[in-house]
């Protein structure tokens, strides 16, 4: 039998738009060994990794006539000089340039036509310093039960050994007349209902959705305020980067009922406020953003910053988090979010995804591109951006004998969203990465450094 994709990766790939592309990734900054880092370096440990990621040699192939999901098929014409490229910045190579470099580089749509993923290192940065940029669509990987190429290319010590490259070679594509065979033996196995009923069974999931989670997504029947963060994008994007202390989240976190999550969206909204001041925009007492987040867990709580992560968790807790951006004191911002997060944890008022990926799989794939473009038409409406907290090993990690010196993710702009901030920690510094649509955000480096500004204060008003 085929190997089809899930209805979550459908809709993720349905729910692109020629302004919204919807892949993640992120900036890797090297430090490479004494002899050296290049292309062809990069190249050699992505081929002796790759096996460990099937799917990086696989694209996806469309049932004709939409009759079940798409498959991944084998790439019969896979390339790996074409996923793995080489550019270069100017002289005199600054961080500036980089990101610059990195907001052209994920304004971009990945080919369909191929394998879903791309690397490019980047050489001629200042200090003798390289950078990889790392693109891959959600649909081939989910950030929580899934791994990352980046993530097995990754080593603890730079005298790993390089390992064996098994043999590959591609299975044959099937044909049109398979694939329709295949559908109509799936469709007998695992039938999805009427197609007349298919709507009910969605309606009949959603309701049970919000039945399970209660009062938790009563704020998201109330719009989400208005802001300069939602308009529609375009499609270009600029990228921006923020690198702060870890130690200084620790020691925040270690208040009564306050976690390092709180203290990141404290953090963040401490940045809006100055930023919006800064626009000259009005910020009232009781002013608030919304913000999505999503958060991996592993059955229980959010997973907190600032401890090494081994197994990859099994769910993902989403909250609407209201960021009190109108109270001007850091600490009570601080509280006030810890006392939000608390609620979101409680049984009944967490958003569970896993609920939600089940409701997708009740429709066939017409419907599931149809129900992500409304999702994603509705963002504007129900939250402002999007933040996401992934925790990272605080020990040094290595590339082929490269370290890893700094990590900044990215998150994609969804429709209406005019910036999404994702969060990481690494080996002692909390890194933020900033993809912000071109037009509409041209001083978003002004709000990556607030972010920094934002923990110094937040840390000068906590006792």
Known sequence: MSDRLQPLDVSFLSAETPNTPLHVGGLAILEPAATGFDVAALRRRVEQRIALVPR???????????????VWV????????????????????????????????????????????????????SGGRVAVVAKSHPALVDGVGGVDLLHVLLDDSPATADGVTPAWRPDPEP??????????????RHPVGAITSGAQHAWSMAGRVLGATGTGLLAAARPAPA????????????????????DLYRRLGKRPNTTVN???????????????????????????????????????????????????????????????????????????????MRAHAEPGRKVGADALVRLSGFAPATLNAMAARAASGLSRRLFNLVVTNAPGP???????????????????????????????????HVYYGLNADWDAMADVDVLAGLLTESVDELTEATP
Do not use: C, K, M
């Open 56 to 70: 990086f040699r696989r694209r996806v192939r469309w049932v004709p006539g939409g009759l079940s999901q798409p």
């Open 74 to 125: 084998d790439d019969s014409r896979f390339d790996l000089a074409y996923h793995v490229r080489r550019t270069g910045l100017p002289t005199p190579g600054t961080d500036t340039q980089l990101r610059a470099l990195v907001g052209r580089l994920i304004s971009g749509h990945l080919d369909r036509s191929r394998p879903l993923w791309e690397l490019y290192l980047v050489e001629g940065l």
């Open 175 to 188: 044909g049109t007349a398979e694939l329709v065979l295949d559908a109509a033996v799936d469709l007998v």
């Open 227 to 246: 802001s300069p963060l939602n308009v529609e994008p375009g499609r270009q994007r600029r990228f921006a980067t923020a690198r702060t202390d870890l």
């Open 262 to 340: 709180d203290v990141v969206l404290a953090t963040v909204a401490g940045a809006l406020r100055s930023w919006l001041l800064y626009r000259g925009a009005p910020v009232p007492p009781d002013a608030v953003l919304r913000a999505l987040v999503p958060t991996s867990v592993r059955g229980g709580p959010p997973a907190a910053f600032g401890g090494d992560v081994g197994e990859v968790g099994s769910r993902v807790a989403t909250s609407l988090v209201d960021l009190p951006i109108g109270e001007p004191s850091p600490a009570i911002r601080l509280t006030q979010i810890a006392y939000s």
């Open 394 to 428: 605080q020990r040094p990690l290595y590339v082929a004998g490269a370290r890893l010196r700094e990590i900044y993710p990215f998150v994609p702009l969804a429709s209406g969203q005019a910036v999404a901030i994702g969060v990481t920690s690494y080996d002692g």
